[in-house]
């Protein structure tokens, strides 16, 4: 079992930044790929970024790129999440994931992820 729980969520003004957090306990952290997804209400939850398990590669969805990075310290057993130029579209509960496949592809869907935290929310409004 991995038990992760998310921090940082927040209100910000557009264009703001926030880093999110999500810290790790439980087994390896460092064995699984890790995954931030976000859900705005009615929508479907939805991809945002994804990282391996040595931080050596990197994958985003095509409307965060250039604006949100992700990150981990495998040492601290934490992942966290960059946002800068925040837009209201951006308005969302996010959620980190873990992922214990190896192939890259896995990484784009969150049925195909082993864990979750309980997610946090972020709200971008003048």
């Known amino acids: 079992q991995l038990h992760l729980v998310e921090s940082g969520g927040g209100l910000v003004q557009p264009g703001g930044s926030l880093r999110l957090s999500c810290a790790a306990s439980?087994?390896?952290?460092?064995?699984?790929?890790m995954g931030w997804f976000r859900q705005a209400p009615g929508k479907e939850r939805e991809f945002v970024a994804a990282?391996?398990?040595?931080?050596?590669?990197?994958w985003y969805e095509d409307s965060v790129k250039g604006r949100f990075t992700i990150s981990r310290d495998n040492a601290k057993n934490t992942v966290y999440l960059q946002m800068n130029s925040l837009k209201p579209e951006d308005t969302a509960v996010y959620y980190c994931?873990?992922?214990?496949?190896?192939?890259?592809?896995?990484?784009?869907?969150?049925?195909?992820?082993?864990?979750w935290g309980q997610g946090t929310q972020v709200t971008v409004s003048s």
């Open positions: 994931a873990a992922n214990s496949g190896e192939n890259s592809i896995s990484f784009f869907l969150a049925e195909l992820y082993d864990y």
């Open positions: 990282i391996s398990w040595s931080g050596g590669g990197t």
């Open positions: 439980g087994r390896t952290f460092s064995s699984y790929a």
